[in-house]
């Protein structure tokens, strides 16, 4: 089955950088693309970066745009979100997530999630 586990979350201060891990189960290497999502109290939960297993192409939102870099490490069935320059505004629960299937990917909408690390970003 899939299974996703987030870690690499934590404290940092305005202007750091910080990386979160997510860990898959081997299945999850047969899935299409692995996302990024993150969710900001009482706001909607929104998609941050998004790389696919075979070909690594990626997309980023605007506002992490040259800011965050997403990779995978397919050996280690896991796959990094490096961020840089972080700001306040980047406080939220970040949920690792799959695209297992053509509907999945079609339709925008992971089937499978990760229990969500939290990152704070404060002075």
């Known amino acids: 089955q899939v299974q996703l586990v987030e870690s690499g979350g934590g404290l940092v201060q305005p202007g750091g950088s910080l990386r979160l891990s997510c860990a898959a189960s081997?299945?999850?290497?047969?899935?299409?693309?692995m996302g990024w999502f993150r969710q900001a109290p009482g706001k909607e939960r929104a998609l941050v970066a998004r790389t696919t297993w075979s070909a690594g192409s990626t997309y980023y939102a605007d506002s992490v745009k040259g800011r965050f870099t997403i990779s995978r490490e397919n050996a280690k069935n896991t796959v990094y979100l490096q961020m840089n320059s972080l700001k306040p505004e980047d406080t939220a629960v970040y949920y690792c997530?799959?695209?297992?299937?053509?509907?999945?990917?079609?339709?925008?909408?992971?089937?499978?999630w990760g229990q969500g690390t939290q990152v704070t970003v404060s002075s």
């Open positions: 081997e299945r999850t290497k047969s899935c299409y693309a």
């Open positions: 997530a799959a695209y297992c299937t053509l509907v999945e990917v079609t339709s925008a909408s992971p089937g499978y």
